[in-house]
């Protein structure tokens, strides 16, 4: 950005694409860790006389406009972290977005809504992905890349429109690849990893490229259950995925024979039923041994011994990388586990990366002091796909 920036970028019409998809409770922001997140890059290309746009896409909607997913909340916030005014177009390429970019004047801001509430973002095809970026292209003339979260994506902002405009990577971005680097080159050992998350389905790339780079995973989240499983113990009505069984009895073999340990929970905290996340009703759960669930009962959190386990292995890192929640963190009685891993971080004299939208989220809505960790990356599936060495399309498509 900064080569862009000595070019001159007063009275140019910046298009930034940030990260804006933030956790929303209805309107209210939950986290609004990816905003603080990519403020500088937009405030710095402000104070130098541009004309900036930022876009973002934030959760899922099909393509159409869905007043569930606006980034009417994400965009006030901006403004509030600015401490400027931010104006907000009610549409991306149409009429509102138009004018709210004419009316821009050098050093102002202003959000255009969710990109995915047309289908041209998301689109399969290169043509119809091209024809949206074209569109996006007639609001601006230089394009800064900043929403690491989503350079795994092959979509028409992230990928076609820096084709289309001079362009640069921002400021977070350039942040975020300096430090994933340093998990892949040279790492202080040892090197061990906590994974966490639902699903193992989610989590098979990442755990075959740290099979060749880690020195232990300790695992947790839902997707300790399938890795119980394959251990053959049985799990209750905790999250399975049968059908990965045997792709995780295959990465236990290949761990023995690179001297790569798996950690798995030695505890659990066991309910017959999954919590009231809204009302936050106590839960009262029992404390198990991770080999003797109970059938009828579901795995939440790692247990008291899993946690005291899992902080003594990451006080003796050298660099730790963490991805994914430890149990349902959302409710206080299964929030525990994740607490405490994000405790053994702070407490290590190692070098801490947290990776995934879940696990930075977590440690922030738990109170952590965010600044007191290593690296919090903005990016969940973009930081694992970053370490699996993958090429990622809206990195690529900065590069050249
Ligand atoms: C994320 O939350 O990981 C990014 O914002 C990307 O979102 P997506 O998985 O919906 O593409």
Known sequence: IDELLAEGVAGKRV????????????TKI?????????????????????????????GRPKGAPDPAFSLAPAAARLGEILGQDVAFATDTVGESARSTVDALTDGKVAVIENLRFNAGETAKDDAERGAFADELASLADLYVGDGFGAVHRKHASVFDLP?????????????????????????????????????????????????????????????????????????????????????????????EKK??????????????EFPDLKGK???????????????????????????????AKIADAGTVFWNGPMGVFEHPDYAGGTAAVAQGLLDSDAFTVVGGGDSAAAVRILGFDENAFGHI???????????????????????D
């Open 259 to 272: 001297g790569v340990e798996f950690v798995l929970p030695v505890d659990v905290l066991v309910s017959p």
């Open 15 to 26: 298009f930034v694409r940030a990260d804006l998809n933030v956790p929303l409770d209805g």
């Open 163 to 255: 084709a289309r405009l001079p362009h640069a990577a921002g400021d977070l971005i350039a942040t975020e690849v300096g430090v994933l680097k340093k998990l892949t080159e040279n790492v202080k050992r040892p090197y061990v990893v906590v994974l966490g998350g639902a699903k193992v389905s989610d989590k098979l790339g990442v755990i075959d490229h740290l099979l060749e780079k880690a020195d232990k995973i300790l695992v947790g989240g839902g997707m300790a259950y399938t890795f119980l499983k394959a251990q053959g113990h049985e799990v209750g009505i905790s999250l399975l995925q049968e059908d990965q069984v045997p792709v995780v009895l295959e990465y236990l073999a290949r761990a």
């Open 30 to 58: 939950t986290d609004d860790g990816r905003i603080r997140a990519v403020a500088p890059t937009i405030a710095k290309l402000a104070a130098e006389g541009a004309r900036v746009i930022v876009a973002s896409h934030l």
């Open 377 to 399: 990356s903005t990016g969940g599936g973009a930081s694992l796909e970053y370490l699996e060495g993958k090429t990622l399309p809206g990195l690529a498509a900065l590069e």
């Open 281 to 311: 009703a106590p839960a009262h759960p029992d404390t198990v041994a991770a080999d003797a669930i109970p059938a009828d009962q579901e795995g939440l959190d790692i247990g008291p011994r899993t946690r005291e386990l899992y902080a």
